[in-house]
Structure formats: C-alpha cells, structure tokens
C-alpha cells in the first residue's frame, strides 16, 4: 500500500504481520482525507479480509466521472495511469511494460521480495494524487 504525504513516499508491505493493524486508524479515520483512486476493489478487500472500512476517501476516478457528466460528456472508467497522463501530461515507458507485465501475471504482487521495479512503479501513483 502507498501513503504519501507532502514531502515523502512511503510503501508498506499491506501482507506483512501488523502493518493494517499499525494504520487501520487512519484508513477508518473520518478526519483524515484519503485520496485514491477506484479504490472500490481495495475497499472490498480490506472489509472482507481485515474488516477495515474505509471512510474519509476522495476517489479521482469518481471526481473525474462527474466532471465529465457535468460537461455533458459520456461518463466512462478512466485508469489512474491515463488520468495522470490526460491532466499532467505524465507517461512513461517503464510504466507501460510493467502494466504488461502485470497483466501477464496478476500475482506479480503477491511475491516477497517486491521488486525494485514495482516499487518504483507504486510509488509515483502516490506521490501524484
């Protein structure tokens, strides 16, 4: 999971023991603005396997949904990586092969140790919402 602030990037290990026990406060925290994006499968896992509930989020996928209805343009599922590079003109090659490679095999984020390479990917996404 990526956690970003104004100054740093942190990722955390979310299987590892103990690290949603260390920041289901804040994840369930009202007070504590958390803005991701599509974040309706996360949610689903963290109720249905750690029974964390998410409040407080602000979702970009959902925010860009309604500023397409509000324009009268066709709402539609907009990925982070497009979104990123409709609005900041941000893309990048590396990225684009490891979406490749995610693709080819959806466990590539279940194996311990995480790749440098997928860490390098995780972290942009956090540092740009």
């Known amino acids: ?12 290990d979310a299987l ?3 690290v949603l026990d260390t920041i289901r406060p804040a994840l ?15 949610a689903s896992a963290l109720l249905s ?4 509930e998410l409040a407080g989020v602000f979702d970009s996928q ?3 949904t309604m500023l397409l209805e509000e324009e009268a343009s066709r709402p539609y599922q907009i990925s982070l990586k497009e ?8 893309q990048s090659e590396a990225f684009v092969k490891l979406g490749e ?3 080819d095999d959806p466990n ?16 942009p996404d956090a540092m740009y919402m």
């Not at 999971?1 to 955390?12: G, I, K, M, N, S």
């Not at 369930?28 to 996360?42: A, F, G, L, Q």
């Not at 396997?49 to 964390?52: E, K, L, N, S, Y």
């Not at 979104?83 to 941000?90: A, E, F, I, V, Y």
């Open 49 to 52: 396997q750690f029974g964390i």
């Open 1 to 12: 999971c990526q956690v970003a602030t104004p100054e740093r990037v942190y990722l955390f």
């Open 83 to 90: 979104l990123l590079k409709s609005t900041l003109h941000l």
């Open 62 to 64: 959902v925010a860009h």
């Open 108 to 123: 590539i984020w279940f194996y311990r140790p995480i790749e440098a390479d997928l860490m390098a990917y995780a972290a």
């Open 28 to 42: 369930e925290s009202t007070t504590i603005i958390k803005v991701m994006h599509d974040c309706r499968e996360d």
């Open 16 to 18: 590892a023991e103990g």
């Open 101 to 103: 490679r995610m693709q």
